[in-house]
């Protein structure tokens, strides 16, 4: 089981879960720091992280009774992965953007091309999405 964590996919799971816990620690900072300290916001918080593994493992979930489905009907879908693996992506964008903003309220400077790259990076994940919808 460790070894899955050390392979090229297992690697981005493990990013999530360390993403996970710098966003909870600097989060934790932020509201000592601002003396807003509140037992509610920290379950509210571990109820999100919770409910961001719950999203990926239905993503993959998904994902997998697509190919399976792909399978019965002759067809490949192999490409369904993408959506467990998007999910995955655009949720340690979210994260890591969680954990500069708190930062930057800790009043730590952080480097302007990495809070500008993500908002990129998110919109443009926005704009694929949107796209999609306005297709349908």
């Not at 909870?24 to 919770?50: C, D, Q, V």
């Amino acid at each position: 089981m460790i070894e899955l964590l050390f392979t090229q996919h297992g690697l981005l799971f493990l990013l999530l879960i360390i993403s996970n816990i710098v966003d909870w620690l600097t989060g934790w900072a932020k509201a000592r720091i601002s003396k807003s300290e509140n037992s509610t916001a920290g379950i509210m918080g571990i109820i999100r992280k919770t409910g961001m593994w719950i999203l990926v493992f239905v993503s993959f979930l998904l994902a997998y009774a697509f190919i399976e489905l792909g399978t019965i009907l002759n067809i490949d879908m192999g490409m369904a992965q993408f959506i467990g693996w998007f999910t995955v992506l655009t949720l340690i964008v979210n994260e890591v953007r969680s954990i500069l903003e708190n930062l930057l309220e800790c009043k730590i400077s952080v480097p302007k091309i990495l809070v500008r790259g993500l908002e990129i990076f998110d919109d443009k994940i926005d704009d694929l999405i949107s796209d999609e919808e306005e297709e349908k």
